[in-house]
């Protein structure tokens, strides 16, 4: 029998990803992890009418059932960021970067330099960025959708209060059955250049992907099994 999320649902949902995704990748295994989620879920079928009507969508037509604050400050943004990933709301995880047109500076991903076969010649930008997170997307579902985790390892502070660069290691599920399984599950460090749109909020303006870690992919594996020329 299909099941829809409810509001409660989800929102349980969503506190335990908050909680969990700032536990370090050693804290927890892969299977571990995705234990504790799938027991979330079931108390959280406890908690709601299995034959109530589905929720109405917002106005906006979005569907999302999380409220993305605007990133006045770098840990709201890379929170937004996180969020995004497990609702599989591409336009949230989109307004995280700069977008084409902002006089602040233009997007750019720098690929990790040991992944061979890297399929752009080119920058790699906004509008790749995009393709790609709907097309991951796409692939996964609602009952299993991606999960990140983020370790803050640094950060220095540029001008007044206007930039910053962060040194993340990443952790990132994406399990999609369509998607190679050497893929599905990627780790790493990267440097985040962050900055001031032209209305103030931070958002990502450079990602440089350093490298794997303990045996997985790098983030920019990933990108590149997404991407079609």
């Given at each position: 029998?299909?099941?829809?999320?409810?509001?409660?649902?989800?929102?349980?949902?969503?506190?335990?990803?908050?909680?969990?995704?700032?536990?370090?990748?050693?804290?927890?295994?892969?299977?571990?992890l995705?234990?504790?989620?799938?027991?979330?879920?079931?108390?959280?079928?406890?908690?709601?009418?299995?034959?109530?009507?589905?929720?109405?969508?917002?106005?906006?037509?979005?569907?999302?059932?999380?409220?993305?604050?605007?990133?006045?400050?770098?840990?709201?943004?890379?929170?937004?960021?996180?969020?995004?990933?497990?609702?599989?709301?591409?336009?949230?995880?989109?307004?995280c970067?700069?977008?084409?047109?902002?006089?602040g500076?233009?997007?750019?991903?720098?690929?990790?330099?040991?992944?061979?076969?890297?399929?752009?010649?080119?920058?790699?930008?906004?509008?790749?960025?995009?393709?790609?997170?709907?097309?991951?997307?796409?692939?996964?579902?609602?009952?299993?959708?991606?999960?990140?985790?983020?370790?803050?390892?640094?950060?220095?502070?540029?001008?007044?209060?206007?930039?910053?660069?962060?040194?993340?290691?990443?952790?990132?599920?994406?399990?999609?059955?369509?998607?190679?399984?050497?893929?599905q599950?990627?780790?790493?460090?990267?440097?985040?250049?962050?900055?001031?749109?032209?209305?103030?909020?931070?958002?990502?303006?450079?990602?440089?992907?350093?490298?794997?870690?303990?045996?997985?992919?790098?983030?920019?594996?990933?990108k590149?099994?997404?991407?079609?020329?």
């Open positions: 029998m299909a099941w829809q999320k409810s509001g409660e649902s989800r929102l349980i949902f969503t506190r335990l990803f908050v909680i969990l995704s700032e536990v370090k990748p050693s804290g927890l295994t892969k299977k571990a995705w234990q504790v989620l799938k027991v979330a879920l079931i108390l959280s079928l406890a908690g709601c009418d299995l034959f109530s009507t589905r929720p109405v969508e917002p106005p906006d037509g979005s569907g999302s059932n999380i409220y993305y604050p605007l990133p006045n400050n770098p840990d709201q943004l890379f929170l937004n960021m996180r969020n995004a990933l497990a609702e599989l709301n591409s336009q949230a995880y989109l307004d970067f700069f977008t084409p047109g902002d006089p500076g233009i997007y750019q991903f720098v690929p990790d330099p040991g992944v061979s076969g890297w399929p752009l010649p080119g920058p790699w930008g906004y509008a790749e960025e995009s393709e790609t997170i709907q097309y991951l997307f796409a692939l996964l579902s609602p009952g299993n959708p991606s999960f990140l985790i983020l370790t803050e390892e640094s950060r220095i502070e540029y001008g007044i209060d206007d930039s910053v660069k962060i040194s993340q290691t990443y952790h990132l599920i994406a399990p999609a059955p369509d998607l190679p399984p050497e893929i599950e990627v780790g790493g460090q990267a440097d985040f250049i962050l900055a001031r749109t032209d209305i103030g909020y931070w958002a990502i303006l450079r990602w440089v992907d350093l490298h794997g870690m303990e045996g997985l992919p790098s983030w920019t594996a990933l590149a099994g997404l991407y079609s020329p």
